[in-house]
């Protein structure tokens, strides 16, 4: 058995909380911070609001959004 195989038999004896706090450290160890995408979304997001204010966009009600999500 592979030491990883070994590893998630383990974590799987875990409480859930325990589980996620496992997720939370190997996301954050793998999904590091990259300050260059973190400034195009920054700007992205100003140019959307940008847009919002100027009356160029429709803003879309939370629940209509969310209803394409819904479980039938």
Known sequence: MTAAVELVHQIEKLPPIERVK?????????????????????????????AYKKGEVKPVPYEEVMSKYKKS
């Open 22 to 50: 496992i997720v939370d450290i190997v996301m954050r160890d793998v999904m590091r911070p990259d300050a260059d995408i973190d400034k195009v979304w920054a700007q992205e997001a100003l140019r959307r609001w940008d």
